[in-house]
């Protein structure tokens, strides 16, 4: 198969490989860069597999930085843009069940695409768009299927984080999983507990914002996957729950993570306990339990202004998200929104009184002054005294 029409991103880098077969070498576009170009996708990086040696590929080019030389990955500088391009390899021994022990060249490409994850992305192709597929890649991307390379066994005890990137792809992709693959995922599940958190947590939530997170999320329930999960040990129930509700993907990680929170019942207290096993940001904790908050004020019927302001825009729209896939009975988004705008204030900002103006006016530092700023706030929020400097010095004053 030939692909007569590159992408501009091919085109730019095809320099690269001329130069490197013009010095007796091999060179090819390899990875996620061709699969998604077979599949009509928008392209990220560009990937370069080559015969030459990391010192070998160094002498040809001016400017190159040794990002992963022990592993043969060298990047390519031209015209500002970097191309990591790796040498030929197959390696051996994984103690950690996610990097190779020892890694060794070779000049042979069939050798270098036998250690990769899936089928799908051991393709290779040549500068002017010849596909070599030695694993049946191109069937497995018309049937939309994902399938380990060789023995998916051998695959998974390599490096454990693809049984959770297999599903990734199930979800981003819309594909379903071959079921000797889903076997081995099913088999190798424990080994999860070897992979570092925070690699875990990137492949959950690309599975919650692909195209078809339900179909992900079938294979991570069915197999077991969620048992070596931080928080999810006990969630079978509430995610296989999800999977019949998860018609499209999630629009942010903070929804990802209220989802979740809401499914398996977190309350906005819990939720940092939570997100800290998943090695979270304190912004993300943060706005989690923000957007939990307001769908439990949701949920008992108790959205007054001052939890509308509480919560903010990006939050309420996190939370009405969540509201409209559990299927809970709320106003709609529109409503939530329009009602947010008739606040008077927006934020602690918008205040027309600061703790200075009160100091002027002879309040004295301390808590005193903080509490009347807000009260202050509160009632402004509310709609029972104006958001005006002269009303709030006077109002301040009597307190």
């Given amino acids: 198969m030939k692909i007569e029409t590159l992408p501009t991103e091919f085109v730019a880098a095809t320099p690269i490989l001329e130069t490197i077969e013009a010095a007796g070498y091999e060179a090819y576009f390899v990875g996620g860069s061709v699969r998604d170009t077979l599949l009509g996708l928008p392209i990220h990086d560009v990937d370069i597999a080559t015969s030459a040696y990391p010192q070998e590929v160094k002498q040809l080019f001016k400017k190159t930085v040794d990002t992963g030389i022990e592993h043969g990955t060298v990047m390519i500088l031209d015209h500002g843009t970097g191309y990591e391009t790796t040498t030929f390899r197959t390696e051996t021994g994984y103690q950690d069940y996610r990097r190779p022990d020892s890694v060794t060249f070779v000049r042979s490409l069939r050798e270098d695409l036998k250690r990769r994850d899936f089928t799908i992305n051991a393709l290779a192709m040549t500068h002017d768009g010849e596909i070599i597929d030695y694993f049946n890649g191109l069937g497995d991307l018309k049937a939309k299927r994902i399938k380990a390379v060789g023995n998916p066994e051998e695959r998974f005890h390599e490096d454990a984080l693809r049984t959770m990137r297999a ?9 379903t999983i071959d079921p000797q693959t889903v076997a081995a995922i099913q088999h190798h599940g424990n080994l999860l507990t070897k992979i570092a958190v925070e690699r875990i947590h990137v492949e959950f939530v690309k599975l919650f914002l692909g195209k078809h997170p339900a179909n992900g999320l079938t294979t991570f329930v069915e197999t077991g996957l969620y048992q070596y999960c931080p928080g999810l040990a006990t969630a079978r129930e509430a995610l296989a729950q999800l999977i019949s509700a998860l018609q499209h993907g999630l629009s942010s990680e903070t929804t990802v993570w209220t989802l979740i929170a809401s499914a398996v019942g977190l309350t906005n207290r819990q939720v940092g ?95 005193k002054l903080g509490q009347l700023l807000t009260k202050l706030e509160r009632e402004v929020v509310a709609g029972t005294l104006d958001n005006d400097l002269g009303q709030l010095l006077n109002q301040a004053l009597k307190d």
């Fill in 167 to 175: 599903i990734r792809f199930a979800s981003q992709l819309d594909f």
């Fill in 273 to 367: 306990s939570f997100l800290k096993q998943w090695k979270s940001a304190n912004q993300l904790i943060s706005d989690v339990a923000a957007a939990v908050r307001f769908l439990e004020a949701l949920q008992a019927g108790e959205v007054t202004n001052w939890v509308l302001y509480q919560a903010g825009a990006a939050h309420i729209k996190t939370a009405a998200e969540v509201a409209n896939i559990l299927q809970i009975d709320t106003p709609s988004l529109s409503q939530l929104l329009d009602q947010y705008e008739t606040l008077t204030i927006k934020s602690k900002q918008d205040l027309a009184i600061s703790g200075q103006d009160l100091i002027k006016a002879g309040v004295a530092p301390g808590p």
